[in-house]
């Protein structure tokens, strides 16, 4: 393929940079992701520009600059379609905490800088002038579906422990493969991931649940990485479910259901934890069938103490762990049980948990299947019949409020609150209750 001839549809901003630029005498050109992207005919999130120009020469030639990371040669530039990030072209020091660089030295020479990249499909530029340029095989690897570090892979891995959770999150996102060599060093290097920040490793595991691929926790497993973060993940895969309900371990029907789910955050957390603590509730009867008796609670504990350990913050976690621990509820479709159902779970987490619960079943074994999906649809529809007819399901939707009830003489304290649950236990039962003349009477 000619790369030379194709050409990128740059925004208005980023050209009036690499314009500006070049007729300051320096090469510029756009790098990185957004030469991927858009060579994938994706719309790229973000566009980044190299450029020889070093930072004070950059915020000679703009008036509107941001020293974002000046130490290792970026200036941000604003534009009126927004900012953009130019940086120098650069070699990296060594990198003795597996993260960052110890000093950088700035260079005139694009491909010093290209080769310090991380990917060969990130590691392409690009310009009006000069085409795209590839000097290690990014196009190639993009025709092929393949993952391949820039260079010695165990060096860059070495350089920037980070990356090997990149390059599994890269496999998720595009759909590609990891290449042979690639992979090997990943799992050589695998326990320097210790070094990063449980913040970043959570952020790449993210993208990885949220994209079109989250079958790919299976390889963080497989090249080591989830023993460094995630172990417990790695008991799941070892644990088998010899159970009516069930045809694969808990790990695999983990994977199962992460492919069945919407692609949501909290979802896809949730589906990811579910089973986590099934290796520790497992027990075998005497006809040899194994159980989990208990596992949503513990499950929804331990994922607690996970998403913790990943620096998530407490809504999620919260949201996270409701629905880990309603997972295996099994209501009935009839309007009582699905009001009661909306009362443990809350309104808003309602919708989410029947994403799990299908998410769930469509992971399991086909014993049964059919009719859990059926009962599923049918409670999925009382639901949106009792939210359209407006009916109550928590306190803040009774008729009466904290302040009526003292005012009626009940004493100030925990009993109000007591007493606002009994009442919504009576109008869940039976919603024609929920006026403030009945309320105040049954009280």
């Excluded at 300051?24 to 756009?30: D, F």
């Amino acid at each position: 393929m000619n790369t030379d001839r194709m050409i990128i549809d740059i925004p208005a901003g980023a050209e009036q940079i690499l314009r500006a630029l070049r007729d300051s005498g320096h090469e510029a050109y756009i790098v990185g992701g957004c030469v991927r992207d858009s060579l994938l005919g994706k719309t790229p999130a973000d566009w980044d520009i190299t450029t020889a120009a070093r930072p004070e020469q950059v915020k000679a030639v703009f008036h509107k600059t941001v020293d974002t990371g000046i130490k290792h040669g970026t200036v941000t530039v604003l534009m009126k379609d927004g900012k953009y990030e130019v940086t120098t072209f650069r070699t990296d020091g060594v990198y003795t905490d597996h993260r960052h660089p110890d000093e950088v030295s700035f260079s005139p020479d694009l491909s010093e800088d290209l080769k310090r990249r991380d990917f060969t499909v990130n590691a392409m530029a690009y310009s009006e002038e000069s085409g795209v340029v590839d000097l290690f095989g990014g196009m190639a690897d993009m025709e092929n579906r393949v993952i391949r570090a820039v260079g010695d892979p165990g060096s860059r891995f070495g350089e920037d422990a980070l990356r090997m959770m990149r390059a599994v999150r890269f496999s998720a996102q595009l759909g590609y493969e990891i290449d042979g060599d690639t992979a090997d060093a990943i799992k050589e290097l695998s326990p320097t991931l210790s070094a990063v920040s449980y913040e970043r490793i959570r952020d790449e595991l993210e993208k990885l649940l949220v994209s079109d691929h989250p079958e790919c926790v299976r390889e963080l497993s497989r090249l080591g990485l989830t023993a460094v973060f995630l172990p417990e993940f790695d008991s799941m895969m070892e644990t088998a479910q010899n159970n009516p309900h069930h045809r694969y371990t808990v790990g695999e029907h983990t994977i199962a259901a992460l492919c069945a789910s919407e692609r949501d955050r909290i979802i896809r957390l949730a589906v990811l934890l579910h089973d986590i603590a099934k290796p520790l509730m497992k027990t075998t009867d005497a006809e040899g069938i194994d159980h989990f008796r208990g596992h949503p609670k513990k499950s929804a504990e331990m994922a607690g103490e996970i998403l913790r350990r990943l620096k998530e913050d407490n809504r999620t976690i919260a949201r996270v762990k409701n629905l880990i621990t309603w997972h295996d509820l099994r209501p009935e479709s009839d309007p009582v049980s699905v009001r009661k159902t909306a009362a443990k779970v809350g309104r808003e987490d309602l919708p989410l948990l029947f994403d799990v619960m299908y998410a769930d079943v469509m992971g399991q074994s086909e014993y049964l299947q059919k009719e859990k999906l059926t009962r599923l649809r049918e409670v999925r529809a009382e639901w949106a019949r009792i939210e359209a007819a407006g009916e109550p399901v928590e306190i803040r939707d009774l008729a009466v409020t904290g302040s009526d009830l003292i005012a009626a003489g009940v004493e100030p304290g925990p009993m109000v609150g007591e007493k606002l649950e009994r009442l919504l236990g009576r109008v869940i039962e039976d919603p024609s209750l929920n006026t403030k003349e009945e309320l105040l009477e049954r009280l």
